[in-house]
């Protein structure tokens, strides 16, 4: 083997003493081109992408905000109408009395600005004195969220359904609900006594039009824009009504209040620019988020377009680079054309390592000494490079070893080796989406030790870890390798059961009391027992994340330790919650 090695490398080391040194500087210079105009390119493509990606981001962000500052602006003069409207001088008598005039001032009102869909005016007991079209007349909105409020602030109550004025208004052409946005103020006389509240609805078909317009001025640029509430649904565009951002993305969304990102929804890629309204004059805001969403196939078709024409050219420049080289290289290499067939000769006659000296000229001595120097190198820095090698894969294992430990520790209880709260929470919310898509059953358990602080004081908070660890162990020894078992601090334990339902909860609930009540902990000459509490909660399709479940469970919990502790609880979904101790 070895022998064929040393045959291997002659015949390439023959074949690089066969090359001409015009052929190796026509090389050289060529692939220094092209790494040198290809690298050009590339970076310049590169720039232009993402030069044009920042001003089509920069366009929707600017699109975004506007449309919020229009829609904050628009909210600010109608409130600032109602006010005005209840500070008129005309209008101080006929709130205590002439409820008639007082409909009539209504009405025309609402005919001055059409967007009211209803404006109405309501004693201190909620009852509607005045409205327009005499709707609601005689009815109470004394438990309505804007006329409570209304009592004692202005308010601007944010985008809801007609609750009742639904059967009164006509049906909407495109069968959707009527939606309003409140306005309401406590009216008072000269003294400051409170005479009622005025109340307007706005019709939000207002803010689709709004969108609309936008939408329809963007250039042919097929910018979608949407209204967004501060809580992630969606109040005007695509998915009407449904949640369409939520946790961090939302988090981030509201704390920074402007930007842009990325999305894929549909398999299709999108640049999306965010705006949360910042209100307008006495309008505070309701924090509404307005976003402009473009694909990003139309809005970087002019980016791909010029990357795509600075590669062809950087590759014609390429090209011209390397048919100038070979004509520089004929020219330089004429002068030394007997020194490289010398080189050729002495290639061919002996191994790369033992070139002969040889003499004639400076130049053949100078080529000489510096292929012999160059041979040496090369095995010098060969086996510099192997050891180097060497290390640097022990380093990765190393490396590997120490990285897999540190996971460990960032996602286990220091003293139970179980998972901890954030590992926990991260592995339920998979198992949480996971159920919700495929409609499966996933329960939660929340076991906390009975009389813990007596066993600390009574005994020494040791005897408490040690109890704490044996309790972990029996737990852990009950599920499943599917279950996940977490301690969520202090002597609460919270465990996460696949493919359960309430019988199969209850059961092992039971199962986990029963071993922890017959266990006797402790280590040396002490010895104690200990009984635990555990809540069960199943998931419900009403749950919004893990957290919902975890809180059914917590109250499952708490009724378990107000109700004789060493014990199981099941915590139903449902809003009465009928009590079924396990």
Same mark, same amino acid.
């Given at each position: ?352 390592? !033992? ?215 099941? !915590? ?11």
């Amino acid at each position: 083997m070895r022998n064929l090695f040393q045959k291997l490398a002659d015949r390439l080391q023959a074949f690089k003493d066969r090359l001409s040194v015009r052929a190796q500087i026509t090389a050289a210079v060529a692939a220094m081109v092209i790494a040198l105009v290809g690298a050009l390119a590339t970076g310049a493509a590169f720039v232009s992408y993402r030069n044009t990606a920042e001003l089509v981001n920069t366009r929707l962000a600017s699109v975004a905000s506007t449309t919020a500052e229009r829609l904050d602006r628009y909210m600010a003069l109608r409130q600032q109408e109602v006010h005005l409207f209840s500070k008129l001088e005309p209008m101080r008598p006929l709130w205590q009395g002439d409820h008639a005039s007082l409909r009539k001032a209504l009405e025309q009102l609402q005919s001055s600005f059409t967007d009211f869909a209803w404006i109405g005016f309501a004693k201190p007991d909620g009852t509607v004195v005045a409205s327009t079209g005499g709707m609601l007349e005689g009815a109470s909105v004394a438990q309505r969220p804007w006329f409570r409020t209304g009592l004692h602030d202005p308010i601007v109550g944010d985008v809801h359904e007609a609750a009742l004025l639904s059967s009164l208004l006509a049906k909407r052409a495109d069968g959707e609900p009527h939606r309003f946005v409140d306005i309401a103020l406590p009216v008072r006389d000269t003294d400051g006594n409170l005479l009622g509240v005025l109340g307007a609805h706005l019709d939000w078909q207002w803010a689709r039009n709004l969108i609309a317009s936008a939408e329809a001025n963007d250039g042919g640029t097929d910018t979608t824009l949407s209204v967004l509430s501060r809580a992630g649904a969606v109040l005007v565009g695509p998915g009407t009504t449904t949640t369409k951002y939520s946790g961090d993305r939302l988090g981030d969304i509201l704390r920074t209040r402007t930007g842009a990102f990325t999305e894929k929804p549909a398999d299709q890629n999108l640049l999306t620019a965010y705006y949360v309204s910042r209100g307008h004059r006495d309008y505070q805001g309701l924090n509404w988020i307005v976003t402009a969403s473009q694909p990003s196939d139309v809005a970087l078709a002019a980016a791909v377009h010029s990357a795509k024409t600075i590669l062809v050219i950087g590759a014609i420049a390429g090209l011209v680079g390397v048919i100038l080289a070979f004509f520089i290289a004929r020219q330089i290499a004429r002068p030394i054309h007997a020194i490289t067939l010398e080189a050729d000769r002495i290639g061919r006659a002996s191994g790369p390592t !033992m070139l002969p000296r040889q003499n004639g000229s400076l130049e053949v001595v100078q080529l000489t000494r510096a292929l012999r120097s160059l041979l040496r190198r090369i095995g010098f820095a060969e086996e510099r490079t192997k050891e180097a090698e060497l290390r640097a894969t022990e380093n990765a294992m190393q490396f590997k070893d120490d990285l897999t430990k540190l996971r460990r520790l960032a996602d286990t209880d220091y003293l139970t080796d179980l998972m901890n709260r954030r590992a926990f929470l991260a592995a339920a919310d998979d198992a949480m989406e996971f159920a919700h898509r495929y409609k499966r059953n996933i329960a939660t358990l929340m076991i906390d030790i009975d009389h813990f602080k007596k066993i600390n004081d009574n005994h020494g908070h040791h005897v408490g870890d040690v109890a704490i660890k044996r309790i972990a162990e029996i737990i852990s020894s009950n599920i499943k390798s599917t279950d996940r078992a977490a301690r969520f601090g202090g002597e609460e334990f919270v465990v996460l059961l696949r493919e359960a339902d309430e019988l199969t909860a209850q059961a092992l609930a039971n199962r986990i009391r029963n071993a922890i009540e017959l266990a006797i902990i402790g280590e040396g000459e002490t010895r104690i027992s200990a009984t635990v509490s555990i809540g069960i909660a199943l998931i419900a399709d009403s749950d919004r994340d893990v957290q919902d479940m975890i809180e059914r469970a917590d109250q499952g919990l708490y009724v378990a330790k107000n109700t004789g502790r060493n014990r199981c609880f099941f !915590m139903p979904a449902s809003e009465d919650r009928s009590i079924r101790a396990a």
